[in-house]
């Protein structure tokens, strides 16, 4: 039998190109770190941009640098959250990983709002943010 019984559609990713706006560069020449075929890219703090997707989770395909800084976001104008990108494995290699924002939402349309951060690790050498694509579910 089924693992899910109702109609909603399943896990997707979205381009992150398609999104490219303000101060986030689309990145369609080179690969996320060789696992995702483009990207967006942005390296000052408060770059912002906004992503409406349908779904009940959200969350981004992201690169982890040694210059990975932190992003701050919220879902349909709640709470911000801020999150750190950078991991202790950027010391010696770059890699991709799935970071989930947020779930448990009713399913329906909504709203991510994303900008980078001023705050950084104090081992990130800068406050940049690489997203090869949104994860709906």
Same mark, same amino acid.
């Given at each position: 039998?089924?693992?899910?019984?109702?109609?909603?559609?399943? %896990?997707?990713? &979205?381009? !992150?190109?398609?999104? %490219?706006?303000?101060? *986030?560069?689309?990145?369609?020449? @080179?690969? =996320?770190?060789?696992?995702?075929?483009?990207? /967006?890219?942005a390296t000052k703090p408060d770059a912002e941009l906004e992503f409406r997707f349908t779904g009940s989770r959200v969350g981004i395909y992201v690169s982890i640098d040694a210059d990975s800084g932190d992003i701050i976001y919220s879902?349909?104008?709640?709470?911000?959250?801020?999150?750190?990108? *950078?991991? /202790?494995? %950027?010391? @010696?290699?770059?890699?991709?990983?799935?970071? =989930?924002?947020?779930?448990? =939402?009713? #399913?329906?349309? #909504?709203?991510?709002?994303?900008?980078? %951060? #001023?705050?950084?690790?104090?081992? !990130?050498?800068?406050? !940049? &943010?690489?997203?090869? !694509?949104?994860? &709906?579910?």
């Amino acid at each position: 039998s089924p693992l899910r019984t109702d109609k909603r559609l399943g %896990a997707h990713l &979205v381009d !992150a190109t398609v999104c %490219a706006q303000g101060n *986030w560069t689309p990145v369609k020449d @080179k690969t =996320l770190c060789g696992r995702y075929p483009s990207y /967006i890219e942005a390296t000052k703090p408060d770059a912002e941009l906004e992503f409406r997707f349908t779904g009940s989770r959200v969350g981004i395909y992201v690169s982890i640098d040694a210059d990975s800084g932190d992003i701050i976001y919220s879902v349909d104008g709640g709470e911000e959250k801020t999150m750190r990108i *950078w991991e /202790i494995s %950027a010391r @010696k290699f770059s890699r991709v990983t799935g970071k =989930l924002l947020c779930e448990e =939402l009713p #399913h329906g349309d #909504h709203v991510l709002k994303l900008r980078v %951060a #001023h705050t950084k690790s104090e081992e !990130a050498t800068g406050t !940049a &943010v690489r997203i090869g !694509a949104f994860m &709906v579910y």
